[in-house]
């Protein structure tokens, strides 16, 4: 099943620009005035987070990975009228920030909105927004969201209207936090390293999304050197780097890259497998 994965923001925790900053990346990102585009809208990094949308039969399916601070800009821009569950990575503000933005649309979901997260992430929302798990004098108006625990266990998988999301266990400075892979897609945001038991679970992909945010190495961040190599270990078709600081500049970045290595940038669309194909044997049974 095609689905197309839309970047809400592939920025660092900072956006770019970042605010008082008077470097060049950050000035190419500023817009020169009101209702005017910036010199290089790519180098406009908002925070970061991805949609997915995809079919389930007859009906269109949105699924979201965080929602960080620009969540409402980024869902008014992407004509998001509608979501049917989220997934988080972690509890960093950059990643939950937006959970509140959730609230009219949670009213559009029969019941209530699915929300998934790991053990650690689920006790973070629910101490940021302790006012939405109110059980007693409830805001009538707060998200109605249902927050369902994801096992620790590496490569532990929801399914979500037809598509099976599995945790890909990523190192994150001194936690571990949760990456996903769906179909033939792997979405590893905020990764300083890759555990030795995930990269089992990160073969054969089509489209592999990283951590890249910056040239120098970082404590809590895998920088542009360290992804590249691990694109050349893991080998998938087309890679992408994302949550990028202010030392990347777009254009410039991306010319020193091998070609299936690219930059995500806001708003940019791939397009990929969602279900892994049957194997073979088995379409030879079904014929
Ligand atoms: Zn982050
Ligand atoms: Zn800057
Ligand atoms: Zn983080």
Same mark, same amino acid.
Request: proline content about 2%.
């Given at each position: 099943m095609e689905a197309t994965l839309t970047f809400l923001g592939s920025g660092t925790s900072m956006g770019i620009p970042t605010l008082g900053c008077p470097c060049a990346v950050c000035a190419s990102a500023t817009p020169p005035g009101p209702y005017l585009p910036p010199p290089e809208p790519r180098n406009r990094r908002t925070r970061p987070s991805i949609r997915l949308s995809y079919k389930e039969g007859e009906l269109d399916r949105t699924v979201l990975i965080d929602t960080g601070p620009d969540f409402h800009a980024q869902a008014v821009r992407e004509h998001i009228r509608r979501v049917d569950a989220v997934l988080y990575t972690h509890g960093h503000a950059d990643h939950v920030m937006g959970f509140d933005d959730l609230r009219p649309l949670s009213f559009h979901v029969p019941g209530n909105l699915p929300i998934y997260a790991d053990d650690p992430t689920a006790l973070a929302l629910e101490r940021i927004f302790?006012?939405? /798990?109110?059980?007693?004098?409830?805001?009538?108006t707060s998200a109605r969201v249902e927050i369902h625990r994801i096992a620790s266990t590496p490569g532990a998988a929801v399914t979500l209207f037809g598509a099976e999301f599995q945790r890909i266990p990523v190192t994150h400075?001194?936690?571990? %936090?949760t990456g996903y892979r769906f179909g033939s897609a792997a979405y590893l945001t905020d990764m300083s390293d890759i555990p030795p038991e995930s990269l089992p679970l990160l073969q054969d992909l089509d489209?592999? %999304?990283? #951590?890249?945010?910056r040239h120098e190495p970082h404590g809590s961040h895998s920088h542009v050197a360290k992804s590249t190599a691990f694109v050349e270990l893991l080998k998938p078709k087309r890679a992408f780097?994302?949550?990028?600081?202010? #030392?990347? #500049?777009?254009a410039t970045t991306e010319a020193a890259l091998p070609p299936n290595i690219r930059l995500a940038y806001d708003g940019l669309? %791939?397009? /990929?497998?969602?279900?892994s194909p049957k194997p073979d044997s088995e379409i030879e049974q079904a014929s």
């Open positions: 302790d006012y939405t /798990f109110r059980t007693e004098n409830r805001y009538p400075g001194r936690q571990t %936090i489209v592999l %999304i990283l #951590d890249a945010l780097f994302t949550h990028m600081g202010h #030392d990347l #500049d777009h669309q %791939i397009e /990929f497998e969602i279900t």
